[in-house]
């Protein structure tokens, strides 16, 4: 259309020189252009496009994104969507649910919730107390707060994706509208995780009066940019050492890895991982193809084979509820059906207990399953993250590992761990491993060198307490370290002994206690050594001592923390609710760390 003075309420000369200026705008910029004028022409008028008469609201674009992350996988997401946000356009405000209150959701007319869950079902360590908040009486109404929740989480577990669905649902009841439906994310979550965000954003474009021009989208898009090696991108590490660290006759296999990083520009904090990319075991995955009556050799997409997508692409170990589910409407079976049902919700726990995918399919078997549909019914391989064990001040283009080797027998099958077995069986010396480094922002030393630390680590937990004397000992931080080390037998499972001894005698480890559980008749573990050093640990706690604990998060993580919660009660004098108090303080100081799994 023409634009004259006749069809509008321009003069000839102003309509003249509007239509010569459209004429030389494209789409998006006549998009753009439309936005600018209708924006512009609300702040003159002191309202908004809509009719809305409260020039703050009018004007905002703010959008928070809050996240709950153990290991930095949830951090990691949130602030992806915190960059493709802010290249839409929004101004973006990205917050930790470690620092967060009312006054964080107080008039949030945007939020998007990325949490992950730890261990079965609870709330990431610097979730609880903004969690316990939520859950409680005090929490803020939401009301005209629109939001969308994305939970992390791993399948196999019961309670998958726990934290976010209690999140997703009491932001609802709290008055709050939800954007998109909540997303759930197994162990290989980003594309999922990239797509919600996508969908969300999607969502939010009507609110965007001024969308952002082309370049700088794509400036931003440049800066959020993956690191050079990534989880889909992994660096092949060439395998310089590897070395048992058990002695003889242990019931244990633990191996000392050094991986070679030269030429690959990575590089590592104390505290972070290592992620593995590994492969299935060879002789596993042939017994699976019989099972199930397949040609090992049959097309996949992307011109794979079956074979090679189930050695390498999909985790075919691991049981998960979706891949039951599945299972359970091939076969038909009752007894998995029954299993499956709301009241068999224990028994089915039970019955999951040692048991893999092999064995379901053996135990309910199905004819006519094709390649396709049995690799589409399986989630993808994940990486497997080990604690560093080195400091990189100290082992320059090198990175180690310390691995406990998973073998047992369950259910009349002989098992092995995934990558623990790709390490110990199947690479040598000179082979070459894919890794990526995941960092872990949750488990660092202080900037303080003179700050005492308390390190309890049993069994390879201890890796990273290596990593932080090194990294101290290249420092020259002058803080006393204490470590508490815990594993079976004295003789043989003493790890790293020679090292903890050398800095116990040059004075930079200040104390050392350690816990042997079967070399004596009763049981003695690191938590039992704790108890009995509670005065002097709790004169360290109020020193300013950070307490890092790494390891086991079923048994060893909750014993370990009830004891700091007894110790701090009675050589405190507080009371229960007083000792929590304390220990929430030490987290909230980040004077209190764990890394479990």
Known sequence: MTLTDTNSPLNADQARRVQQALADLNDAQRQWLSGYLAGLGAQSAGESPTGDSSPAKAAT??????????????????????????????????????????????????????????????????????????MGRKAPKLTGTRFA?????????????????????????????????????????????????????????GDLATPPPAEAAETDAAQGAQPSYSKKHPFMAEVLTRQPLNGRGSDKQTLHLELSLEDSGLEYLPGDAVGVVPQNDPAHVDELIAMLKLDAESPLDEGRVLRDALLADFEVTTLTRPFLKQWAEWSQAPELQRLLGEEARDELRDWLHGRQIIDVIEQFPVDGIDAAQ???????????????????????????????????????????????????????PGDRVPIYIDRNKQFKLPDDDEAPLIMIGPGTGVAPFRAFLQEREE?????????????????????????????????????????????????????????????????????????????DAEFMAPDVHQALRDIIREQGGHGEAGADDYLRQLQQEKRYQRDIY
Request: hydrophobic share 40%; glycine share 8%; aromatic share 10%.
């Open 475 to 551: 420092r020259g931080a002058g803080g006393d370290n204490w470590l508490f080390f815990g594993d079976r037998h004295f003789r043989s499972d003493f790890l790293y002994q020679a090292e903890w001894l050398k800095w116990r005698q040059q004075g930079l480890l200040t104390r050392l206690d350690v816990a042997f559980s079967r070399d004596q008749a009763d049981k003695v573990y690191v938590q039992d050594r704790m108890r009995e050093q509670a005065e002097r640990l709790y004169a360290w706690l109020e020193a300013g001592a950070y307490v890092y604990v790494c390891g």
């Open 374 to 428: 049995f690799s589409a019914a399986l989630r993808k391989l994940p990486p497997r993250l080990y604690s560093i064990a080195s400091s990189q001040a100290a082992a320059a283009d090198e990175v180690h590992l310390t691995v406990a080797v998973v073998r047992y027998e369950t259910h009349g099958r002989a098992r092995n761990g995934v990558t623990t077995s790709y390490l110990a069986d199947r690479i040598e």
């Open 61 to 134: 674009t703010a959008l928070t994104v809050l996240y709950g992350s153990q290991t930095g996988n949830a951090e990691g997401v949130a602030e992806l969507a915190a960059e493709r946000a802010r290249a839409k356009g929004f101004e973006v405000t990205l917050t930790s649910m470690a620092d967060a209150g009312k006054k964080t959701l107080k008039a949030v007319e945007r939020l998007l919730v990325v949490v992950s869950t730890q261990g079965d079902g609870d709330p990431p360590d610097p979730a609880l107390e903004f969690h316990e908040l939520m």
């Open 149 to 205: 929740v994305l939970g992390l989480g791993d399948a196999s577990y019961e309670h998958f994706c726990q934290t976010g669905k209690e999140f997703d649902a009491r932001l609802a009841e709290l008055g709050g509208e939800r954007l998109r439906e909540r997303a759930d994310c197994d162990v290989d979550y980003e594309e999922r995780a990239e797509a919600w965000i996508d969908e969300v954003l999607e969502s939010l474009a």
